[in-house]
């Protein structure tokens, strides 16, 4: 039986799924000869680990409890009863898990999982790659750092995944990957990265004031607590920084050209959430709509999408041919069209949810499960 | 520098494009630390190996002149000079190969490369996994054989791939291992798996007379010399029971419902090419008019799709919305839908081209690299 011994990162919503599944495949894993044994589980405050991680894991039980605490909003420094498993806290996190890469790493081999939303774990991300453990991400934070910290993380491109950074777990890094393995160079990827931009856009297309449809879908729990955090592109521009890195393109965030949705006098730190909704959002109607109506004039429509061609990436509004995959795209989808030499005139592309915990986290264990080969 | 050596069977359009791009990538393969040696290649009838498979390989001058005799219409058995090489004939030939995989396989590690069309190619691949030969396929045949067979092939999942033998390059086997992987459990696929049917689809569907439409498709030669190779849907089927297995389902070919596009009394024992193209083929245009007559008035389109659910597998016309996935293709890409708990609503889309040699080949090299960590 193959063991993948890792250190989990994480505990919100998709940290949590992903014990779960990761529990729940237990009989399927065990049929494919492989066992995933969770040493570790950390949130930004507190580590429960196994006391000692060559012999031990946490089982099922344990790995249960810390879901139903977190799931309660309690910390994991209230777990006392869990056996054998060390409760350490916050100023001991980064410390205790380097020794843990450092013991595993290059003996048993090592996967540290993150899924957080932090940049926290790069401080030990970082020296982990250095100790040969391998790296599955979640997190966007951590590749969309600094070329130097992107560089360290990737320079052992086979001990490291990160599907679930772009589209959730649509296949589309792995896709991606196959692709430049296979000497087919990837000219230019267009694609719908934000289900709520583009749910946005398809219902203003039909008509509807911008303003209303933003509403609707802040009521509707499709965006942040603050839509603006949708509306300013900036998590659209990680991901496309994600996939431009994976192309070879040496950038920053800074060289992302981001059109955001709203103007700078409508800022969060000049107006309230609610001040926008009722009365910011407003005003950007008209603008939108006569968008629509010159794209229309053209036989085209309007996505919102991230353009990674020729060393730039950029993220905003396109007009594009209505008859195109994304001039298609309809709802809350994520959709790429990526073109290379093998897929010139015609894109291949890549369509479905691309959020969400469940798939999120689903993506994430086909990495894990996907580095498989390379532990004893 | 990891080696992965490997021996390709057959040297048609496939195996001559992946030797192409295995050269022209070796600068990018090198720079990911991975040589392939090519330690032998063989068509049906005769086989050009390196004398040494441990220390020597076919070398890029050698590989140039199998390509270009093989181009030529030529046997390998026509290369005398080839320095170090022997050649070896058609009767021979499965018993070196095997002799190289028992020599590579539990040393160095080897991989069976078949871009065959032929079902004689099992005879080495059998073997060759039980001395823990990797197997990387576009050659449908061996997955298509007996369960037997097939059970024998996939028995080390992790040695072997095969994207290549669905959509060509498109990553639809690498998606679906994916999906499986993570414990998601995939309950229904359904998709275009024929480039010309789809085409044929897409034009009757503008109105015009399928036999004018099929006959179109063979001048431009989009279809296969005599056209009832596609139109018989064999090939769809082929592609259904390879994604059908994938999904656990115990079926052999004779299990598939396959709707054949003409009748019993046009099968070319019966009727010459010649014949059904110029009297067969119009008698079947009025049936196919009048179903798309009768599919448009439910609001509905005709599509040529494999359907897998529900343990069975179905190759045939079907009735789609209009504005799903399958509905919305046009033209010769291959779609495919892939429904699983994650994906259940909306499904997880694949689209692009599903033929050609170039993207045929980019699959089989991408595979291979994706065993580079079962090699030492």
Same mark, same amino acid.
């Given at each position: 039986?193959?063991?993948?011994?890792?250190?989990?990162?994480?505990?919100?919503?998709?940290?949590?799924?992903?014990?779960?599944?990761?529990?729940?495949?237990?009989?399927?894993?065990?049929?494919?000869?492989?066992?995933?044994?969770?040493?570790?589980?950390?949130?930004?405050?507190?580590?429960?680990?196994?006391?000692?991680?060559?012999?031990?894991?946490?089982?099922?039980?344990?790995?249960?409890?810390?879901?139903?605490?977190?799931?309660?909003?309690? #910390?994991?420094?209230?777990? #006392?009863?869990?056996?054998?498993?060390?409760?350490?806290?916050?100023?001991?996190?980064?410390?205790?898990?380097?020794?843990?890469?450092? $013991?595993?790493?290059?003996?048993?081999?090592?996967?540290?999982?993150?899924?957080?939303?932090?940049?926290?774990?790069?401080?030990?991300? #970082?020296?982990?790659?250095?100790?040969?453990?391998?790296?599955?991400?979640?997190?966007?934070?951590?590749l969309?750092?600094?070329?130097?910290?992107y560089?360290?993380?990737?320079?052992?491109?086979?001990?490291?995944?990160?599907?679930?950074?772009?589209?959730?777990?649509?296949?589309?890094?792995?896709?991606?990957?196959?692709?430049?393995?296979?000497?087919?160079?990837?000219?230019?990827?267009?694609?719908?990265?934000?289900?709520?931009?583009?749910?946005?856009?398809?219902?203003?297309?039909?008509?509807?004031?911008?303003?209303?449809?933003?509403?609707?879908?802040?009521? $509707?729990?499709?965006?942040?607590?603050?839509?603006?955090?949708?509306? #300013?592109?900036?998590?659209?521009?990680?991901?496309?920084l994600i996939?431009a890195r994976l192309l070879?393109y040496?950038l920053?965030?800074?060289?992302?050209?981001?059109?955001?949705?709203?103007?700078?006098?409508?800022?969060?730190?000049?107006?309230?959430?609610?001040?926008?909704?009722?009365?910011?959002?407003?005003?950007?109607?008209?603008?939108?709509?006569?968008?629509?109506?010159?794209?229309?004039? /053209?036989?085209?429509?309007?996505?919102?999408?991230?353009?990674?061609? /020729?060393?730039?990436?950029?993220?905003?509004?396109?007009?594009?041919?209505?008859?195109?995959?994304?001039?298609?795209?309809?709802?809350?989808?994520?959709?790429?069209?990526?073109?290379?030499?093998?897929?010139?005139?015609?894109?291949?592309?890549?369509?479905?949810?691309?959020?969400?915990?469940?798939?999120?986290?689903?993506?994430?264990?086909?990495?894990?499960?996907?580095?498989?080969?390379?532990?004893?």
């Open positions: 039986m193959k063991k993948i011994p890792l250190l989990l990162m994480g505990c919100g919503g998709v940290g949590r799924k992903l014990i779960h599944h990761i529990v729940s495949c237990r009989p399927l894993h065990s049929k494919q000869g492989v066992r995933l044994r969770v040493v570790g589980v950390c949130d930004s405050k507190s580590m429960v680990v196994a006391s000692d991680v060559f012999t031990e894991e946490l089982d099922d039980e344990c790995l249960a409890k810390i879901c139903k605490a977190k799931s309660n909003g309690s #910390s994991l420094l209230s777990l #006392s009863s869990l056996g054998a498993c060390q409760v350490v806290s916050s100023q001991e996190i980064a410390r205790k898990a380097i020794d843990i890469a450092a $013991l595993l790493g290059k003996s048993t081999g090592f996967a540290l999982v993150d899924c957080s939303a932090s940049d926290e774990t790069i401080a030990v991300l #970082s020296p982990g790659v250095d100790m040969g453990c391998c790296v599955v991400l979640a997190n966007k934070k951590p969309t750092s600094s070329i130097e910290v560089d360290k993380l990737v320079s052992q491109p086979r001990r490291i995944r990160h599907e679930s950074t772009v589209g959730a777990g649509l296949p589309v890094i792995a896709s991606l990957s196959r692709i430049i393995s296979s000497g087919d160079p990837v000219y230019r990827i267009i694609g719908c990265l934000s289900g709520t931009l583009g749910y946005v856009m398809s219902e203003v297309e039909k008509g509807k004031p911008f303003s209303q449809v933003v509403n609707g879908a802040k009521s $509707l729990g499709y965006t942040e607590p603050d839509p603006r955090d949708d509306l #300013s592109g900036m998590d659209v521009a990680r991901k496309g996939l070879g040496r920053d965030m800074v060289d992302i050209k981001v059109e955001s949705l709203y103007p700078p006098e409508m800022q969060p730190d000049v107006m309230s959430v609610e001040d926008f909704l009722v009365n910011g959002l407003p005003l950007l109607d008209k603008d939108i709509e006569d968008r629509i109506t010159k794209a229309s004039s /053209n036989g085209n429509v309007l996505r919102y999408v991230c353009l990674i061609e /020729n060393s730039r990436c950029e993220v905003g509004i396109q007009e594009l041919p209505k008859d195109s995959p994304l001039g298609r795209l309809r709802g809350s989808d994520n959709l790429l069209e990526i073109y290379s030499r093998c897929y010139k005139e015609k894109a291949l592309v890549i369509q479905g949810a691309g959020a969400g915990n469940d798939t999120t986290a689903a993506g994430v264990l086909a990495d894990i499960l996907d580095i498989q080969d390379l532990f004893s």
